[in-house]
């Protein structure tokens, strides 16, 4: 459960492109880093696809 274990902290999740992603210099600021498993042959999700995955993976579980 990713809520669960992140408890009270505060998060941002940032979505990059499909194509470039995120610069590197936001993502060497990111404290954790998170990726969502891809099927074999699709090398990328559109941003709010990845958002909507994210966000129930932070959803609070109970």
Same mark, same amino acid.
């Given at each position: 459960? *990713?809520?669960? @274990?992140?408890?009270?902290?505060? *998060?941002? *999740?940032?979505?990059? @492109? ?23 042959? *699709?090398? @990328? ?5 990845? @958002? ?11």
């Amino acid at each position: 459960d *990713v809520a669960a @274990s992140l408890g009270t902290a505060r *998060v941002a *999740v940032l979505i990059g @492109s499909e194509r470039a992603g995120l610069a590197d210099a936001t993502m060497a600021a990111a404290a954790v880093r998170a990726r969502i498993p891809m099927a074999p042959g *699709v090398d @990328s999700l559109n941003a709010a696809a990845a @958002s909507a995955i994210a966000c129930y993976a932070l959803r609070p579980q109970g």
